[in-house]
């Protein structure tokens, strides 16, 4: 019996995998704090029968740990990282999860969130909360001081929070978890 056909079918197995990579790679090209997976393949061989076989499979994908270009954009919640680690945050369901940049905005109960809702931890563990009429100012820090405009005396500012930064070991093991966020596996 010819064993090609395994050979074929598993090079084909893993070409669809790579296909479905690139194109989620493309999809998510201009998705702020998105990381592109890349693909890489190896030779196994298989001793079930006593013919060799040689099979292709595709190990995981490796995160990159490039970094796209930083846009000013105006507003004080848009935020991204430069050099080494994520924002910590936190969805509604309790699960943690990585991202390194988001247009962040306060929602209804005045907790910083991103778009997927996803409220930005302090490094104390709580949700950042921020009142609709309150200015603050972001230091490069993470610190994020509350600003009073009273006319009356000089402007004053008082810590809200630290926002928290975290890293990971192995940043290739995190899991793309949607939305330009990521989540920790055994592997990171």
């Given at each position: 019996m010819s064993h090609g056909i395994y050979t074929a079918a598993a090079g084909a197995r893993a070409r669809h995998w790579q296909v479905d990579v690139i194109a989620n790679n493309l999809a998510n090209a201009s998705t702020p704090g998105f990381r592109q997976i890349k693909v890489a393949f190896?030779?196994?061989?298989?001793?079930?029968?006593?013919?060799?076989?040689?099979?292709?499979?595709?190990?995981?994908?490796?995160?990159?740990?490039?970094?796209?270009?930083?846009?000013?954009?105006?507003?004080?919640?848009d935020m991204a990282l430069r050099g080494q680690g994520f924002f910590l945050t936190e969805e509604a369901n309790g699960n943690r999860r990585l991202v390194r940049s988001a247009p962040f905005q306060r929602n209804a109960d005045?907790?910083?969130?991103?778009?997927?809702?996803?409220?930005?931890?302090?490094?104390?563990?709580?949700?950042?909360?921020?009142?609709?009429?309150?200015?603050?100012?972001?230091?490069?820090?993470?610190?994020?001081?509350?600003?009073?405009?009273?006319?009356?005396?000089?402007?004053?500012?008082?810590?809200?929070?630290?926002?928290?930064i975290v890293d990971v070991p192995n940043r290739a093991g995190?899991?793309?978890?949607?939305?330009?966020?990521?989540?920790?596996?055994?592997?990171s």
């Open positions: 190896e030779e196994v061989m298989d001793k079930a029968t006593s013919d060799s076989r040689h099979l292709v499979q595709v190990r995981p994908g490796r995160m990159s740990s490039s970094t796209g270009a930083l846009v000013e954009t105006g507003n004080t919640f005045g907790h910083v969130v991103d778009p997927a809702g996803r409220a930005l931890l302090t490094r104390s563990g709580s949700k950042l909360r921020i009142e609709s009429n309150q200015r603050v100012t972001i230091t490069g820090d993470g610190e994020v001081f509350l600003v009073n405009n009273d006319t009356s005396s000089t402007p004053n500012e008082k810590l809200a929070g630290i926002i928290n995190l899991s793309p978890a949607g939305q330009g966020a990521y989540m920790t596996t055994d592997l």
